[in-house]
Structure formats: C-alpha cells, structure tokens
C-alpha cells in the first residue's frame, strides 16, 4: 500500500514532465520549443523537423524510464523503494530537461541562421496600461466555507485533549487552504501576458490566464478544505485516509494539467489572429529557455514559459535563493532516500537498568522510570494507527501516533519483529519492542516480576 502510495506521488511527475514539455513544439504566444519565432517560422521545414526530433527524443528517454517505475514493487524494505523512486525522479527531471535544451538550442542556431528576430527584439515592451486594468476577482465569498471547513478540525483538537495529537496534522492543512486563497491574489501581482504592442490582446491573453489558473486556486481550496474534514472524520480508519488521500493528489494534478493546457489554448488562438511584427521576444532572459533572467523587470514571480503556473526572476536576488533551496532539495532527494532506507535497517533496543528502561532506535529514544509504569502489556499484533509526528515505513514506526484501542501514543516498534510492548507511564502509554523478540518477551517478564 505504501509503495501504491509512493508511486502515485512520483509519477505524475513523469507525465507533467512528458506532456508539458510535447506541449511546447504547438506555439505559446509565438514561442516554440522556449524559441520565440515569427508567423512565418513556425511551419517551416526546418523549425518542424527540429520539433519531430524532439518529440522522438523524449519518448527515447522518458517511455524507458517509465518502465523503471515496476521494480519498486517489488521491493520489501519501504527505504529502499523511496530511494529507487526519488532517484527515478532525479533522472525524470534532469533527462528531459536535457532533450529540452538540447533542442531548443538546435532551434535558436536556426533562428540566428535565419535571422528570425522581431522588429521589437532587444527592446522592452510596457505595460503600464495593462497592468492598469481592473481585475475581475472571483469574490472571496466562495473562498470563505473550504477555509472554514478546514479550521473546524484544528479548532477542534486544540480544544479536546483526546485530539490534541492530531492539531499539528489539521494546522498543516487549514494552512494550505488559507495558503492556496492566498496564491489566488497571486496571480493577479504577477506581469500581464504581454505578445506585442497590441492593449486588447494582452488585456486578453491575461484575462485568459487569471480566469484559468483563478479556477484552479478555488478547486484547489475547495478540494483541501474537503480532504481536511474527511481526514477528521476518518481519523481512525487508515484505509479509508490512504484511498481520499490517493483521490485528493489524483483530483489536484488533473485539475492543474487541465488548467494550464486550456489555458494554453485559449491564448494561441488569440495570439494567432494578431501576427504583427512587434511582438514580444525575451529569449535572451530565458537560460536555456529555462531560468529567467531579467535585471530590468522588478517582478519576482513570472509566468512559466514551459512550465505551469511561475517562475522566479534570478535576476532578484530571492529569486537566487530560491533557485538554490529548490536545487539543493533535488539534489537531495536519493539522500534521504538512503537515510530512510539506513533507518529502517537500524534495530530498536530495549535496555533494562534498576530504575529506567529506555527504548532506543539510532539517535532517539525513550526512557521510562520503572517506579512510574502503571501497566505493562504484551501484544503479538499491532494495531492500525495514523502518524501524527515521526516516522512512518514499512518496518518502522517511531514518534507519536493515534493508536486504536489506546489513543494517542509514543512508539518506538519495527513491526515485522513482534511481541511488542504496551506500557502506560506518568498519563502516557508506549508501544516498544527490540528487534529481538526473545528481549522484547524477557523484558516483559522482567517487568511483571
């Protein structure tokens, strides 16, 4: 199930990365392949053939690695089918950003070649008017029940002690509902869909964009204020969270997909009717046709050229620091893999001294006075729990959870080495266990005696 789980996080980068990338051999405001062309250039021979090899190019390298996305279920260790997925992930990103650059270079030689340069290439094009224009906000009215929905959880656990341990689980959620309203006003802050000199047109192409993406942020936080109450109202059912979870990731990346690719639509069609001459051509701020670069525009946040929804200007230096942070936790990525993968083949200890016993795993442990146990008790089965704090894999579970039959509890166990042992401590109860079963039964009788 875990695995399932995995897969449905990581592979709809795959199919972003695949489609998005397909998606820019059709012109986007007059740029093909991250390569601002004329009319005229776009179904030219050459530009085509450079659009074919690019096409064939992704399959070469994305279908293969799609097939790398089996052995993972295969893999019984939880560590060590996230390492093969976050790697799987690295390789996603970093091969078809590769036939992306690859090919778009090829298409910028051509445009040089050719000299396919706008009359209004090198120069910037204002759009103080456009930027002038009122937006037509979707009120915040229909933004208000999801943010509301989202907070009843975490106002509830916050006031019931028996539900305390889950606040931090709801505060994450009423967090990205009120985050998600506030990427919606977003939108509006970012510069306007300029193509050419042409006021209606740019009025228009950013009309499309805010009316598009603006949908997608009121979905966006209806579907998080819902999940929130279902994960409330679930809480003691785990299959039944992993499958709404499933749901909700599933429902937010089609909507995002579709958002972006009508978006794209909509805006060709407008631009096509307009071919001027003086149209907007910024392929020398786009690195690569990737990273913006643009020292004379103040703004921050731009609109993705290839991508979805914005990008940063490096030209900032937040935007540089922005860049690093994302770079570095890409970077990272198979790392924390192994270090999952290290800590779920690490064994839990108990030790027993003449006062305490202290349940350890790694760098973590518990330890618990001996005058202060009220109950101990042995189990040969865990019971289903929910996370609320700590670590969750396949042979490890470590930190708080919500335990049924015994509320809200502190564990230190590896599941597939039982018995393991429940003790009720100082208010608190503690679900432990040694990797060796003969320890875990000798503490236990240790313990009674």
């Known amino acids: 199930m875990m695995t399932i789980i995995f897969a449905v996080c990581f592979i709809p980068v795959w199919f972003i990365m695949y489609f998005l990338l397909r998606n820019t051999v059709k012109p986007k405001k007059n740029v093909i392949i991250g390569v601002t062309l004329p009319h005229s250039a776009h179904n030219e021979s050459e530009t085509q053939g450079i659009c074919k090899a690019f096409r064939k190019w992704l399959n070469i390298v994305l279908i293969p690695l799609l097939l790398l996305m089996i052995p993972p279920f295969f893999m019984e260790s939880m560590g060590a089918s996230l390492t093969w997925l976050m790697t799987w992930c690295l390789f996603v990103m970093i091969g078809s950003m590769a036939v992306f650059a690859i ?21 910037s094009l ?244 001996l005058e202060a146990i009220e109950s101990v008790e042995l189990i040969e089965v865990l019971p289903s729990m929910i996370r609320t704090a700590g670590t969750g894999m396949t042979n490890l579970n470590k930190g708080n959870y919500r335990v049924t039959g015994y509320g809200a509890s502190r564990l230190n166990v590896q599941p597939r080495y039982p018995p393991f042992l429940v003790i009720h401590s100082g208010g608190l109860t503690y679900i432990i266990n040694d990797a060796d079963s003969n320890v875990t039964r000798e503490m236990y009788t240790r313990l009674r005696r």
């Open 126 to 369: 204002v759009d103080i008017k456009a930027a002038a224009l009122p937006p037509n906000k979707i009120k915040g009215i229909w933004f208000l029940p999801p943010v509301i929905a989202s907070m009843i959880p975490l106002l509830y656990s916050l006031f019931n002690p028996a539900e305390r341990d889950m606040a931090y689980v709801y505060g994450i959620f009423a967090f990205l509902t009120v985050s998600f309203w506030l990427f919606y006003h977003l939108i509006f802050r970012l510069r306007s869909e300029l193509v050419n000199e042409n006021l209606p047109l740019t009025a228009a192409l950013t009309r499309v964009r805010r009316y598009n993406w603006g949908k997608f942020w009121l979905i966006a936080t209806w579907v998080n204020g819902a999940f929130s109450l279902l994960m409330w109202a679930f809480v003691e059912n785990v299959t039944a969270i992993l499958v709404v979870a499933l749901i909700y990731t599933l429902i937010v990346i089609a909507v995002a997909l579709n958002t972006e690719f009508a978006a794209r639509v909509a805006q060709q069609k407008l631009t096509a009717a307009d071919p001027g001459d003086h149209y907007l051509d910024e392929d020398e701020y786009w690195l690569l046709g990737l990273f913006y670069h643009n020292p004379n525009d103040k703004h921050l946040m731009v609109n993705d050229r290839i991508g979805m929804n914005m990008s940063v200007n490096l030209a900032k230096p937040a935007g540089k620091v922005v860049i690093a942070l994302s770079a570095l936790c890409i970077a990272a990525m198979p790392f924390i893999g192994i270090w999952l993968w290290t800590e779920e083949l690490t064994p839990t200890r108990l030790v027993l001294s003449e006062s305490t016993l202290t349940a350890g795993h790694t760098r973590d442990r518990y330890v618990i006075r």
């Open 103 to 123: 090919h778009r270079g090829k298409l910028m030689a051509l445009k040089r070649a050719n000299n396919w340069y706008s009359a209004a290439s090198g120069r």
